[in-house]
Structures are given as structure tokens and as C-alpha cells.
């Protein structure tokens, strides 16, 4: 049995042990979305035992670091040397880095175990989404969009309830061995279903192109990590960190034109689709983050919301994200067809992130539910849409590059939306509680703009009052500049070339242009 090779029945429905397979793929999907969820809502816990609260941003950092650094190599060693062995792969080291986190006896050794399991979710993340792009046509992909947009909506709302549960009830170590199962069963159906052709490259790995990336994306990620927070944007050390990031990549770059076997070869750059796609992609990763990260904020601190169901908060736009997705999967699926998603995807945000840059103190939850449900209906266009047409526009010796580089651009996407919205967010609260609280407004948010619902509850009802109004001029200013971003979005789906996608349903001519693949898929070439 040759699971990369199988086609539909007569019924329309692939095999089971394709489906097999691809419940597997969700799963291991889940893993490396659920993780940090988790991990988020059980850090106080952890911080009160391990110690080591002047460290704790790097637990989610290291991890970040880890996962953006290493996704493009993940990607590669795919494409040379076959996908199912780099998957299992990154499963194990994901597992493993699972296990010694939760033995962690300090912050230090925490923080050290968090990076090995960003290696091995870098892996799970490109993987799903490569042997997806091997085992599905472009054009039956569509289908299965819904349920990645499912899984990712899951991992949003329940990882905030499951890690309070889990820490509360059996410790916070078992927010990390809780992987353990699941990754037991991704791993044995993967291995005892998915059956890829053998790879047997001579090619070597890229290793002056993997270290001028990995310098050039961690220094990247941790001026946006550290930038207005940890150091002012001007310190010499952020500086010193942009000039860092900025000479290797444009090392890597001149380096990819040279190597024999480039880590990230630039000719996927010319298909017009890829390259917009990835700008897409990029912008979605960006207000994507910045909406799920100021949304439960304004809601608890404004609109009194409690944070415990802080996940629940976001269901009228993941629940929106999710029907949209589904639908637009259906529609692909049906018609070939995939461009008026993005120019609807990027039209909904501008829509959806304006309305919501409009909330003030008298804003009611129904009506901050309708403009989220509005950015939802955005990002379902939007979120896999990206990666179908960014596969669909590289042969498929380079599927594992494309996919691998279109979650980078997401991934950078988040990280500089979290950065630079934060920023704009910091500093007018801080403006406008110096303006209304005077001085008392100045010290109370002088170390974070962020006060907890506590917090909150102890301030005098003129500097509640204050606060408020800071937060909506925060949320203002950051939904605002999140909709100019949006436009560029907009502005590049205008530029998008229909390519109809190969696979199921009536054949249909495809025009011999740049953005076409020259050869056939796994599925189509058996």
C-alpha cells in the first residue's frame, strides 16, 4: 500500500488509511499549537516553584526562537531526504523536549528543555503541511482546510481552560507530559500508514545558509521579543541586534545565490503567486496575533469580562474563521478557483480591524462580537488559502521549502505584529493615564500598560475610570494601524494570477506560466 499514491474511489471519498493518516497530521497540527496555550495560563505556577520570575519571558521565547529558526531546515531535510523520516523526527524531539520540560528542577533548565521542543514543533508545523501537499492534489486540498482551521480555532479557546484544569488538578508538570499521548498516536499511525517514495539525496545540507538564517531570525525575533519591553528601541543592545539580523540575512541571501543546494533557493521567489502569498501570509501572521492578543485584554479590562474564560472570549472570530474556512475549502475544492478569498480575506480585515479600532468604554460585547466575527471572516479566507496557492506554485521537489517558508513569513507575521502593535498599545495608554490620572497614572503603568483584573479591582474609581479610557485609545491605535497593514494584504491579492488548481473534479487547461508547476504531484505522477 502506497498511501501517496492513492486516488479517490469512484465515491468522491479518499482511502481510509489516507484519512488515517491525515487525523494523524491534525494531531501532531495540535501539539505544536496547543503547546504554548497551555503553558501560558500554568507560568505563574511554575514561576512559584522553579523560581526565576526575571527569566520567565524567555520560557516562551526560547521556544519561539527555537521553532522559527528551525523550520526552514525542517523543510528541507524533507525535500532531500524524504518527509515521513523528518516528521518522525521532529515528533520525537518535540515528545522528548516534552518530557524533560516537565522535569525541570529550575528556570534555567526549563527555559533549555522549551528550546528543544521549539526544534521538534518547528518540524511538526512544516511537516503537516508538506506530506499534506504530497498526499492531496492542490485541487482536493480545499477540503481539508476546515479542519486545519478547526484545530488551530481548538487550540486557541481550549488551551487557556485545559492548561488552568490540568495545572489546578494534577500540577503544571502535566501540561507537558499531556503531550506524551498524543504524540503516541501520532507517531504509530504516521509510521504504519503514511507510505512516501523513498529519498536517497546526495545533496548535502546547506550549513553556512542554516547558521546565517538561524542568526539573522533570532536576532530578528528577539528585537521584536525585547524592543519597547525589555530595552527601549533606541538601547544600544536592540540596535546592536538589528545590525546583526540585518548583515546575515543579506549574507544569507548573497549565500543562496552560490550554494550548490541552498537552504531556501530564491528561484521559488519568481513565481508571482509565491512571493505574494508569502506577504499575505506574513500580514495575516501579523493582525492575526495582534487581534488575539489585545481582544481578551480589552474585554476584561473594559468591558469586564472575567479572564478565566479569556479563550471563550475569541469565539465569535474563530468561530467565524473556522465556517469561512470550510467554505472556502468546499468552493476550491469545486470550482479550481481561489482568488476572490484573498481579495475577500484581505477587504474583511480592513473591514473588521477598523470596526474594531472604533470600541470605546461604551461598547457593548455584542457588538465588539460582531467586529470580531467581521476579522474572522477575514482570516478563514485567508489562512490556508496562503499555503494551497503558495504550494501550488513551486514543483514539487520544493514542497517541503514552500511550505516551511510560507509558516516563516507567518511566524516573523506574529512576531512583528505582537512587537509593534504592543509598542503603539504601551504607549498611548501611557499617554493618555498621564493625561487623566496625572502622575499616579504615570506610576502604575510605568513598568507594564497591562494591569490584571486584580489589579484593576483595587484602583480608585477616578483611576479605574482613567485606565479604561487608556486602554480603548490603546486598542484604537493598535486595531488601526493593524487595518493599514491589512490593506497591503488587500492591495497584493489584487496582483494574484489564477492558476486553476490540478487534481479531482473536470479537467481543465492550465496556462504554461511562471507560477504553474512543472511536475506532477505524488498523487497524480503513480
Known sequence: MSTGAEHPDDTGKRPRSVRVVLLALMIAMMLAMLDNMIIGTAMPTIVGELGGLEHLSWVVTSYTLATAASTPIWGKLG??????????????????????????????????FRAVQGLGAGGLMVGVMAIIGDLVPPRERGKYQGMMAGVMALAMIGGPLVGGTITDHWGWRWTFYINLPLGAIALAAVSAVLHLPKKRSQARIDYPGAVLLTIGITAIVLV????????????????????IGVAALAGFVYWQTRAPEPILPLHIFRSRNFTLMSVIGFITGFVMFGATLFLPFYQQSVQGASATNSGLLLLPMLGAMLVTSMVAGRVTTQTGRYKIFPLAGGALLVLGLYLLSLMDTETSRLTSGVYMAVVGLGMGCLMQITMLVAQNSVEMKDMGVASSSA?????????????IMGA????????????????LGSRLTEQSAQVDAAGLAKLPADVREAYQHAVTAGTHGAFLLGAAVALLALIAAVFVKEVPLKGAGPAEPRPAEDDAPTKPSVAEAV
Do not use: C
Open 79 to 112: 525535500d532531500l531526504y524524504g518527509r515521513k523520516g523528518a516528521f518522525l523526527n521532529s515528533i520525537v524531539i518535540f515528545l522528548a523536549g516534552s518530557v524533560l520540560s516537565g522535569m525541570a528542577q529550575d528556570m534555567g533548565q526549563l527555559i533549555a
Open 407 to 419: 509558516t516563516l513569513f507567518r511566524t516573523l507575521g506574529s512576531s512583528f505584529g505582537v512587537a
Open 424 to 439: 503603539l498599545f504601551n504607549h498611548r495608554v501611557q499617554e493618555v493615564m498621564a493625561e487623566r490620572a496625572g502622575a
Open 224 to 243: 521584536t521579543t525585547w524592543g519597547g519591553t525589555e530595552y527601549a528601541w533606541t538601547s544600544a543592545l536592540i540596535m546592536e541586534l538589528t545590525g
